[in-house]
């Protein structure tokens, strides 16, 4: 199955842009280093999404994120590839998000969410997302989100939270990259994994798109 990828990031009314994205495509027998494994015999797509968390102080969200990007990037181009396209998918996962929160953690002011999703061209796959960066799913014109996020408002809905929380402190996160104690537990926020289909696509987005959009705007963007 063949793996396309694509992003884009757009600052919108804020000074600061503290999204960051992270796509890159491992193909087999293709030279390009920075996109491929000439070694390898499968392919694979890491893709993903971090979003600073806005409260920090001295634009640490920004630096947050930018740190979880570059520590993907880095995964990506080094040798490790070829161990990498060899492991499961949730596997990988893991480990992506592992690196993600080791270098948000390396900064004083620091906090980013994170929507993380691996694909094999046998269709195998796998996202975590961490704190209000959803992933989403769309087959045949229906999206449907894969995640559950990790703010105030889910608690609530959950009703593991008292329906006393204020609409205005729904958006509060319970968990995001650079939380102490979060690498412990990293694979539980993996939100769903299986098998693609030829068509599938996987969307991922920062709560500036979910916050605005609903799904079906979402899915007809993406198809158009």
Same mark, same amino acid.
């Given at each position: 199955?063949?793996?396309?990828?694509?992003?884009?990031?757009?600052?919108?009314?804020?000074?600061?842009?503290?999204?960051?994205?992270?796509?890159?495509?491992?193909?087999?027998?293709?030279?390009?280093?920075?996109?491929?494994?000439?070694?390898?015999?499968?392919?694979?797509?890491?893709?993903?999404?971090? &979003?600073?968390?806005?409260?920090?102080?001295?634009?640490?969200?920004?630096?947050?994120?930018?740190?979880?990007?570059?520590?993907?990037?880095?995964?990506?181009?080094?040798?490790?590839?070829?161990?990498?396209?060899?492991?499961?998918?949730?596997?990988?996962?893991?480990?992506?998000?592992?690196?993600?929160? &080791?270098?948000?953690?390396?900064?004083?002011?620091?906090?980013?969410?994170?929507?993380?999703?691996?694909?094999?061209?046998?269709?195998?796959?796998? !996202?975590?997302?961490?704190?209000?960066?959803?992933?989403?799913?769309?087959?045949?014109?229906?999206?449907?989100?894969?995640?559950?996020?990790? !703010?105030?408002?889910?608690?609530?809905?959950?009703?593991?939270?008292?329906?006393?929380?204020?609409?205005? &402190?729904?958006?509060?996160? !319970?968990?995001?990259?650079?939380?102490?104690?979060?690498?412990?537990?990293?694979?539980?926020?993996?939100?769903?994994?299986?098998?693609?289909?030829?068509?599938?696509?996987?969307?991922?987005?920062? &709560?500036?798109?979910?916050?605005?959009?609903?799904?079906?705007?979402?899915?007809? !963007?993406?198809?158009?």
């Amino acid at each position: 199955m063949p793996i396309v990828c694509s992003g884009s990031t757009w600052i919108g009314g804020r000074k600061i842009n503290q999204d960051s994205f992270v796509i890159r495509a491992f193909q087999p027998n293709v030279s390009s280093k920075e996109y491929s494994c000439s070694a390898s015999t499968d392919g694979i797509a890491i893709a993903a999404v971090f &979003d600073g968390v806005s409260a920090v102080p001295e634009n640490g969200g920004g630096r947050s994120s930018r740190a979880a990007a570059a520590a993907l990037r880095s995964l990506c181009e080094t040798e490790r590839e070829e161990e990498l396209i060899s492991q499961p998918a949730d596997d990988i996962a893991v480990t992506a998000a592992l690196l993600a929160d &080791d270098a948000v953690c390396a900064l004083e002011n620091r906090g980013s969410t994170a929507a993380i999703a691996i694909v094999k061209s046998n269709g195998e796959f796998s !996202t975590i997302n961490i704190g209000d960066s959803p992933v989403f799913a769309l087959r045949d014109g229906v999206i449907a989100e894969l995640s559950t996020r990790d !703010t105030l408002a889910e608690m609530k809905r959950f009703e593991m939270l008292s329906p006393e929380v204020s609409e205005a &402190d729904e958006h509060i996160l !319970t968990k995001w990259l650079g939380m102490d104690g979060l690498c412990d537990c990293i694979e539980d926020y993996i939100c769903c994994g299986g098998c693609l289909q030829d068509g599938d696509r996987l969307i991922l987005v920062s &709560d500036g798109v979910s916050g605005e959009l609903d799904g079906k705007t979402v899915a007809d !963007t993406v198809m158009a």
